[in-house]
């Protein structure tokens, strides 16, 4: 076994906004880290089928989840700028359908102002920023966004990959083992410095020069029995068989199957799928922001959805939340897309006129709260990151470097920074160039850009060129272009093409 | 880049069947016309690879390769990315500006032929998962036509339509398994690949069709996403799989 490239310092299961922002973060210090990912490519659980908005902020403020959204929110200009991800502050409007409900928003207005910025606005305040919503008055939280969900945690995976991460995927952990690394003479043989230590790796805080200790290891360290300072030996499942790898930090992104990564060392959560259907419509202009109704009562598991719009300006009206059996239930219903048209219909005077589209995710739900946490030592939880999971990516990375950066100073370690490399940020559209997608005008070039960029499934294509996404009808043309790169058709699933030469 | 600038009395944007057709009609009243031919093909070039298809349409297809052929002097390979009146004056009188990536185009009229093409899955009323396997008519065509094999076992879906008998014999021929069904509601079944299908409609209330390919087709739009404005002939009003009415709708422009 090719031991020496297979040890690192941090091991993070899931590629999804989670796990790829944590990479991202974690790729700015001297550690070695890998992540890894049973699907083909990025963000292809419950990030793609989310619904992409940055919210304003989460219900209680004072929850795990409500201040990462807060301050993920914050953060999240910043984290447009450095990965060059589109981002646009469109801003939440909850609107009020009756005087009473107005009176309730005047109400509660100076409790959220102590958190975040709000106005309040009356009927033609309204009528001016929205003139298709017919309301009493309502409450604007400008901080409210938007993002394309699988472009930012792209960006956040090539960023991570620039600066060092390695990415395996269609690898599963099938198994994740405690091992006592107890000599200090086995620690030599796995940590070779001179092969890994270019990488980084942790060094000892007090004697940076000690560096024969590899990686992953260091003096003071050296006598802790597993209990004490475990390693985790994890076994990876891939079409060329099993592999294992040694990692002194596993951290569990893996979304909905969070619950069966943390089992393997002996944690229990529980995931429940809830699924979140999306109506999107052809209308663009329909209108500019965030828009739902104030509910006069919090609903009890979600935030009820609203009137979306997308990056590209699209119309969503969704999610809503149904409880599903199976984690890969993302099919949409009848009765649901009825639902959904009927229920978010109500804010509006006219109605948008096309539904091209439906689709659906699954939230991976842990209980109320997002469950960050270290069951054991060495292991960290990320589980149960449900809304709003992707408004508290970039919180979320932060606290986990917290986490781990205690975690080494009671070793008497530090974690160092290392200098790190800018994604080149392609600034404009280039001009001059022919469309092949004529919806979102977007060229051949572009699509072989995103390719090379490491799209892997016409999925990646999709989300990060738009291309195919609204007609559909260069489809054929960006398959072609997908098999002369070298592409397999596929879509985000593992093994089934969608078209193949005999 | 410099843009090149070009004048001419009449732009067809559109070089499919009704651009084609209706460029040679104004070519042989003798008005100078060019034609935008973008990097998308037109519908014949798709139709003329396929066996059953092309012999259905040979009448088209034969048509359009000859006018072609005598226009091709006239056609420029660009996508036209908008069309305006001069100084943005309404009256018709007023020349029309028009862009594309590489020209800055003058003319005296634009005729926008462009055509249509395949209504989506939600209009379809196709829902459930979306795994590899379900097409649009129009795209299951131009795979096939570019040597692709989009399946084993087929399920049309949609409107009793001409095409869809004709697809069904090709897609025969070609050894496909292929199964026709009417109704309102799909619902498709599988993860990774389609495996089967769930009819609602008229005629019953639930059925499972076994498959691993669905292809829809339950009418056409008019395809314009650039919203170019000028005069519309052609497929972008017939919104059809007949030429004949294609035909029609270009020849009851009057000059």
């Known amino acids: 076994m090719k031991i020496k490239n297979q040890i690192f310092d941090v091991t993070i299961i899931g590629a999804g906004v989670t796990g790829c922002f944590i990479a991202k973060e974690l790729s700015k210090y001297k550690l070695r880290v890998l992540v890894v990912e049973k699907e083909p490519t990025v963000a292809m659980g419950p990030t793609k089928g989310c619904s992409g908005i940055i919210h304003?902020?989460?219900?209680?403020?004072?929850?795990?989840?409500?201040?990462?959204?807060?301050?993920?929110?914050?953060?999240?200009?910043?984290?447009?700028?450095?990965?060059?991800?589109?981002?646009?502050?469109?801003?939440?409007?909850?609107?009020?359908?009756?005087?009473?409900?107005?009176?309730v928003a005047r109400i509660v207005k100076p409790y959220f102002s102590r958190y975040l910025e709000v106005r309040y606005l009356?009927?033609?305040?309204?009528?001016?920023?929205?003139?298709?919503?017919?309301?009493?008055?309502?409450?604007?939280?400008?901080?409210?966004g938007v993002v394309n969900p699988?472009?930012?945690?792209?960006?956040?995976?090539?960023?991570?990959?620039?600066?060092?991460?390695?990415?395996?995927?269609?690898?599963?952990?099938?198994?994740?083992?405690?091992?006592?690394?107890?000599?200090?003479?086995?620690?030599?043989?796995?940590?070779d410095?001179?092969?890994?230590?270019?990488?980084?790796?942790?060094?000892?805080?007090?004697?940076?020069?000690?560096?024969?200790?590899?990686?992953?290891?260091?003096?003071?360290?050296?006598?802790?029995?597993?209990?004490?300072?475990?390693?985790?030996?994890?076994?990876?499942?891939?079409?060329?068989?099993?592999?294992?790898?040694?990692?002194?930090?596993?951290?569990?992104?893996?979304?909905?199957?969070?619950?069966?990564?943390?089992?393997?060392?002996?944690?229990?959560?529980?995931?429940?799928?809830?699924?979140?259907?999306?109506?999107?419509?052809?209308?663009?202009?329909?209108?500019?922001?965030?828009?739902?109704?104030?509910?006069?009562?919090?609903?009890r598991k979600t935030k009820g959805g609203g009137s979306l719009v997308t990056i590209d300006g699209n119309l969503i009206w969704g999610p809503n939340l149904v409880d599903v059996e199976n984690k890969e239930d993302r099919s949409v219903k009848k009765e649901e897309v009825d639902a959904l048209i009927k229920k978010h219909s109500k804010p509006f005077k006219k109605l948008p006129e096309k539904a091209v589209s439906v689709y659906a995710g699954v939230r991976a739900i842990a209980g109320k709260d997002f469950i960050i946490n270290s069951p054991i030592k060495n292991f960290i939880n990320v589980a149960g990151i449900q809304s709003p999971g992707l408004t508290a990516a970039p919180a979320i990375a932060r606290l986990v470097v917290r986490i781990l950066k205690e975690s080494l100073e009671k070793k008497g370690l530090r974690l160092e920074k290392k200098e790190e490399k800018s994604l080149k940020l392609i600034s404009s559209r280039e001009q001059n160039v022919e469309p092949i997608c004529h919806c979102r005008n977007v060229s051949s070039d572009e699509i072989c850009r995103i390719i090379s960029d490491g799209a892997g499934t016409l999925d990646d294509v999709k989300h990060l060129t738009g291309a195919t996404m609204e007609c559909g009808r260069c489809l054929p043309a960006v398959l072609q272009i997908m098999e002369e790169k070298g592409l397999p058709l596929r879509k985000d699933t593992c093994k089934s093409f969608i078209a193949w030469r005999d | 880049m410099s843009l090149k600038s070009i004048e001419t009395e009449a732009l067809v944007v559109g070089a499919g069947y009704s651009g084609v057709l209706l460029s040679s009609i104004l070519a042989e009243r003798g008005v100078d016309v060019l034609i935008a031919k973008s990097s998308l093909e037109s519908e014949i070039e798709v139709f003329l690879r396929l066996e059953v298809l092309s012999s259905y349409y040979s009448e088209f297809i034969e048509e359009y390769r000859e006018l072609l052929a005598q226009l091709r002097p006239r056609v420029l390979k660009t996508?036209?990315?908008?069309?305006?009146?001069?100084?943005?004056?309404?009256?018709?009188?007023?020349?029309?500006?028009?862009?594309?990536?590489?020209?800055?185009?003058?003319?005296?009229?634009?005729?926008?032929?462009?055509?249509?093409?395949?209504?989506?899955?939600?209009?379809?009323?196709?829902?459930?998962?979306?795994?590899?396997?379900?097409?649009?008519?129009?795209?299951?065509?131009?795979?096939?036509?570019?040597?692709?094999?989009?399946?084993?076992?087929?399920?049309?879906?949609?409107?009793?339509?001409?095409?869809?008998?004709?697809?069904?014999?090709?897609?025969?021929?070609?050894?496909?398994?292929?199964?026709?069904?009417?109704?309102?509601y799909a619902e498709v079944l599988g993860r990774e690949r389609v495996e089967g299908v769930v009819v609602e409609g008229e005629k019953f209330e639930r059925e499972k069709f076994e498959c691993d390919t669905l292809i829809y087709?339950?009418?056409?739009?008019?395809?314009?996403?650039?919203?170019?404005?000028?005069?519309?002939?052609?497929?972008?009003?017939?919104?059809?799989?007949?030429?004949?009415?294609?035909?029609?709708?270009?020849?009851?422009?009057?000059?």
Not at chain 1, 202 to 225: E, F, Q
Not at chain 2, 111 to 117: A, E, K, V
Not at chain 2, 131 to 138: E, I, K, R, W
Not at chain 2, 224 to 244: Q, S, W
Request: hydrophobic share 40%; net charge negative.
């Open chain 1, 56 to 103: 304003a902020f989460q219900l209680p403020f004072g929850s795990l989840k409500g201040k990462l959204c807060l301050e993920g929110n914050k953060l999240m200009d910043e984290e447009a700028k450095e990965l060059g991800f589109r981002f646009k502050r469109v801003g939440l409007l909850l609107i009020c359908k009756s005087f009473l409900s107005s009176l």
């Open chain 1, 122 to 144: 009356g009927e033609e305040e309204i009528k001016e920023l929205e003139p298709n919503v017919e309301a009493k008055g309502g409450l604007l939280f400008p901080s409210g």
């Open chain 1, 150 to 191: 699988v472009e930012m945690t792209f960006k956040a995976k090539l960023f991570a990959e620039l600066n060092g991460v390695e990415f395996r995927f269609e690898s599963k952990v099938v198994g994740i083992d405690v091992i006592d690394v107890v000599d200090a003479s086995d620690i030599g043989n796995i940590g």
């Open chain 1, 193 to 299: 410095v001179s092969e890994v230590g270019e990488v980084g790796g942790v060094t000892d805080s007090t004697d940076a020069m000690d560096t024969t200790m590899g990686t992953v290891m260091d003096t003071t360290d050296t006598r802790d029995t597993a209990d004490e300072n475990p390693y985790f030996e994890v076994t990876l499942e891939s079409e060329e068989g099993e592999e294992k790898i040694i990692s002194r930090y596993v951290i569990n992104c893996a979304g909905l199957y969070a619950d069966e990564i943390a089992a393997m060392v002996g944690d229990k959560i529980k995931i429940i799928p809830g699924k979140g259907s999306h109506v999107v419509f052809e209308d663009k202009d329909f209108s500019y922001h965030l828009i739902a109704v104030l509910p006069l009562m919090p609903e």
């Open chain 2, 79 to 184: 996508t036209i990315l908008k069309t305006e009146r001069e100084n943005g004056e309404e009256t018709e009188r007023a020349r029309w500006k028009v862009e594309s990536p590489h020209y800055r185009i003058t003319a005296d009229e634009v005729f926008i032929c462009t055509g249509c093409y395949d209504k989506r899955v939600f209009p379809c009323g196709v829902l459930g998962m979306r795994p590899a396997g379900t097409f649009s008519l129009q795209n299951a065509l131009e795979l096939i036509s570019k040597g692709y094999r989009i399946g084993r076992r087929v399920l049309l879906f949609g409107e009793r339509t001409k095409i869809f008998e004709i697809v069904e014999e090709m897609l025969k021929k070609l050894k496909y398994e292929c199964e026709f069904v009417e109704g309102e």
């Open chain 2, 217 to 255: 087709f339950c009418g056409r739009e008019s395809f314009n996403p650039f919203r170019l404005e000028g005069v519309k002939a052609g497929n972008i009003n017939a919104k059809t799989y007949d030429y004949e009415e294609v035909r029609r709708d270009v020849l009851r422009l009057k000059f």
